[in-house]
């Protein structure tokens, strides 16, 4: 069974642009979320998704956003790119939301803003 | 809000010599998971070990194994036999399931950086 996947894996982009990025779950998984990871500031909860709806949301600003797809891949948009937003972006994916689902995680898109 | 901390930003260990991670965490809830999560070089987040905050019993996985102490919220990571492979950031990761509660997600700690020394 294929892991979680993550396109692209690596990203160079400047300030002020925009940027997508894709993740799709494990087959059968129908419950992605996305972390942020930084060396300053850890890994940090961005969103997650379940049937194409987001239930959960961390504390970033409205520049990041994100939707699901009906066959449960997930896509991450940041607008107005910011030096800050240079990090390492994870994705994981669940049978569902529930605590007890195990999360496996994707091998991340590096993003690097100039 | 839960918390977690990891004190020891960075552990070394001799080739087959056993080392512990140390873990604390603040929560006011009563069921939730904690995970220890291996992060090697290649950057792909591993599942290394989870406890259920009801089990008594502390989880082992082979050569992995923790030490729970609900009560004082402590929740280590012992590695005994260590190996080249071991090297890698460790995690400590919280994660409630409270009934009714909708937000699951992972919360975790700084990390600890461990190298393996042959």
């Known amino acids: 069974k294929a892991g979680v996947t993550q396109t692209p894996r690596y990203l160079i982009k400047t300030r002020g642009q925009q940027v997508t990025l894709s993740c799709s779950p494990i087959s059968g998984h129908r419950s992605v979320s996305w972390y942020q990871q930084t060396p300053g500031q850890g890994l940090q909860f961005l969103f997650e998704?379940?049937?194409?709806?987001?239930?959960n949301k961390g504390n970033f600003p409205g520049r990041f956003s994100g939707r699901q797809f009906s066959n449960s891949r997930s896509e991450m948009n940041v607008s107005t790119l910011e030096l800050g937003d240079s990090a390492l972006y994870l994705c994981?994916?669940?049978?569902?939301?529930?605590?007890?689902?195990?999360?496996?995680f994707g091998p991340g898109t590096r993003l690097t803003v100039l | 809000a839960q918390t977690v901390t990891q004190s020891q930003p960075e552990m070394s260990v001799q080739e087959a010599e056993t080392v512990t991670l140390s873990c604390t965490y603040d929560t006011s809830e009563s069921d939730y998971y904690l995970f220890w999560y291996k992060q090697p070089p290649s950057r792909q987040m591993i599942l290394v070990i989870r406890q259920e905050a009801y089990k008594q019993q502390n989880a082992t996985e082979n050569r992995f194994s923790v030490n729970f102490q609900k009560a004082a919220k402590s929740f280590s990571l012992k590695i005994s036999d260590s190996q080249l492979g071991d090297a890698a950031m460790y995690f400590c990761?919280?994660?409630?399931?409270?009934?009714?509660?909708?937000?699951?997600?992972?919360?975790f700690g700084k990390g600890t950086l461990l190298t393996v020394n042959p």
């Open positions: 990761a919280y994660r409630q399931t409270t009934t009714g509660g909708s937000n699951y997600k992972l919360t």
């Open positions: 998704y379940f049937s194409e709806t987001q239930r």
């Open positions: 994981a994916s669940s049978l569902g939301p529930g605590g007890h689902n195990e999360q496996f």
